[in-house]
């Protein structure tokens, strides 16, 4: 008993010694502190969404010919009403000049009719009243009357044939019309298809075909991106949005939804989306936005500001994290409450403190339950 006692005294030292000397070195992490901040809770879109303008027309020429004049180039700016192309026209002009010149020969035939009327009628009050004095037979006032009925419907006849000439000339105004392209807004020509001399076509119905002027007014823009339809239920028009492009990585543009489309669409049957259109708000001057690029929208559901939060990625499976404790130098794992959240920032209701150490980089070697470590302390985010 006495050896067993001598050799356990002189063992367990050399057991400790060699633990001490042999022992893992602790692992140097970033350690983050705990600390209170805005957290939202936020739906984005699911694939890439695109920007667009509230107006755009993709102007064809509603009857076919050949062009014999353009009168703007690409990239200009255009009023409304503004002409932009001309067919060749001299045809529907000649009918239009034509027209014109027989509606004015029937407003002239009309003057000669009603002035012709009005002296028939004068005549026949005259000749009435000299009839009551026996001193005009039956027989000339009859045909006296007669002439005056006569001249009254040709007066209104004459009116008549005023209307079909309007409406002759009407029709022919508007096939002429029918041979220019105006811009129906203002706005900027983005594309023209055709040059002088060239024939142009209109676009059947179903039957996609380059337009003659592509206008687009980009007073006026918007993104619509595809949102999952879990998080497209919580969405209501109204809120607000941040909006950022690929062309301009790091700007955020403030933005506005306007509009939930009413249907699902099932483009992808594995992930379901609903189409949501996000207004700039305002359109930002000192950035020139083209229409079709590429843009993610993040609507604003909800906002908690001054809430104890840590950032999503610290968090392991189970709702726990890796919190340091000061008084062993290691990690240990605790299970925390969670509250709103989005992939930076996740609230925390319950098991954790301000100032409280967590590790956030999850994909050191080592760094695990127990582990001892030395603390690399990064600044509050």
Same mark, same amino acid.
């Given at each position: 008993?006495?050896?067993?006692?001598?050799?356990?005294?002189?063992?367990?030292?050399?057991?400790? !010694?060699?633990?001490?000397?042999?022992?893992?070195?602790?692992?140097?992490?970033?350690?983050?502190?705990?600390?209170? !901040?805005?957290?939202?809770?936020?739906?984005?879109?699911?694939?890439?969404?695109?920007?667009?303008?509230?107006?755009?027309?993709?102007?064809?020429?509603?009857?076919?010919?050949?062009?014999?004049?353009?009168?703007?180039?690409?990239?200009?700016?255009?009023?409304?009403?503004?002409?932009?192309?001309?067919?060749?026209?001299?045809?529907?002009?000649?009918?239009?000049?034509?027209?014109?010149?027989?509606?004015?020969?029937?407003?002239?035939?009309?003057?000669?009719?009603?002035?012709?009327?009005?002296?028939?009628?004068?005549?026949?009050?005259?000749?009435?009243?000299?009839?009551?004095?026996?001193?005009?037979?039956?027989?000339?006032?009859?045909?006296?009357?007669?002439?005056?009925?006569?001249?009254?419907?040709?007066?209104?006849?004459?009116?008549?044939?005023?209307?079909?000439?309007?409406?002759?000339?009407?029709?022919?105004?508007?096939?002429?019309?029918?041979?220019?392209?105006?811009?129906?807004?203002?706005?900027?020509?983005?594309?023209?298809?055709?040059?002088? !001399?060239?024939?142009?076509?209109?676009?059947?119905?179903?039957?996609?075909?380059?337009?003659?002027?592509?206008?687009?007014?980009?007073?006026?823009?918007?993104?619509?991106?595809?949102?999952?339809?879990?998080?497209?239920?919580?969405?209501?028009?109204?809120?607000?949005?941040?909006?950022?492009?690929?062309?301009?990585?790091?700007?955020?543009?403030?933005?506005?939804?306007?509009?939930?489309?009413?249907?699902?669409?099932?483009?992808?049957?594995?992930?379901?989306?609903?189409?949501?259109?996000?207004?700039?708000?305002?359109?930002?001057?000192?950035?020139?936005?083209?229409?079709?690029?590429?843009?993610?929208?993040?609507?604003?559901?909800?906002?908690?500001?001054?809430?104890?939060?840590?950032?999503?990625?610290?968090?392991?499976?189970?709702?726990?994290?890796?919190?340091?404790?000061?008084?062993?130098?290691?990690?240990?794992?605790?299970?925390?409450?969670?509250?709103?959240?989005?992939?930076?920032?996740?609230?925390?209701?319950?098991?954790?403190?301000?100032?409280?150490?967590?590790?956030?980089?999850?994909?050191?070697? !080592?760094?695990?339950?127990?582990?001892?470590?030395?603390?690399?302390?990064?600044?509050?985010?």
């Amino acid at each position: 008993m006495k050896r067993t006692l001598i050799l356990l005294s002189i063992a367990l030292p050399v057991a400790a !010694g060699s633990w001490y000397f042999t022992r893992p070195d602790p692992i140097t992490v970033p350690l983050t502190p705990i600390d209170t !901040g805005l957290v939202e809770v936020i739906a984005a879109n699911s694939r890439a969404g695109t920007i667009r303008a509230c107006d755009r027309s993709r102007l064809s020429m509603p009857q076919g010919g050949r062009v014999d004049a353009l009168y703007v180039d690409e990239g200009e700016r255009v009023k409304t009403g503004q002409l932009l192309l001309r067919l060749h026209d001299d045809e529907q002009q000649a009918l239009v000049a034509q027209a014109d010149a027989n509606l004015k020969a029937a407003r002239l035939e009309q003057t000669r009719a009603c002035t012709q009327a009005e002296f028939s009628r004068r005549e026949l009050k005259r000749s009435q009243s000299l009839a009551e004095r026996n001193l005009v037979s039956a027989e000339q006032l009859d045909r006296l009357a007669n002439d005056a009925r006569l001249s009254a419907i040709g007066c209104e006849q004459a009116g008549v044939a005023i209307e079909q000439a309007e409406a002759q000339l009407a029709l022919y105004s508007a096939q002429l019309d029918k041979m220019q392209l105006r811009a129906p807004f203002a706005g900027i020509v983005a594309e023209i298809n055709g040059e002088p !001399g060239e024939y142009t076509t209109p676009s059947p119905p179903g039957v996609a075909t380059p337009p003659a002027v592509d206008l687009i007014d980009d007073s006026c823009l918007y993104v619509r991106a595809p949102i999952d339809e879990v998080e497209a239920a919580q969405l209501k028009p109204g809120q607000q949005a941040r909006i950022t492009l690929d062309a301009f990585r790091g700007d955020r543009f403030s933005g506005t939804l306007k509009r939930i489309a009413p249907f699902v669409s099932e483009l992808e049957k594995q992930a379901r989306t609903v189409d949501v259109d996000v207004y700039f708000d305002p359109i930002p001057e000192s950035t020139q936005l083209l229409v079709g690029y590429s843009a993610d929208v993040e609507v604003i559901i909800e906002r908690h500001d001054n809430v104890l939060r840590i950032p999503t990625e610290a968090l392991l499976e189970g709702n726990a994290v890796l919190r340091f404790n000061p008084d062993s130098s290691t990690l240990e794992r605790v299970t925390v409450d969670t509250g709103p959240a989005n992939w930076s920032w996740t609230s925390i209701k319950a098991g954790l403190s301000a100032g409280d150490l967590i590790l956030t980089r999850l994909d050191i070697d !080592g760094a695990v339950d127990g582990a001892a470590v030395t603390p690399q302390t990064a600044a509050p985010q």
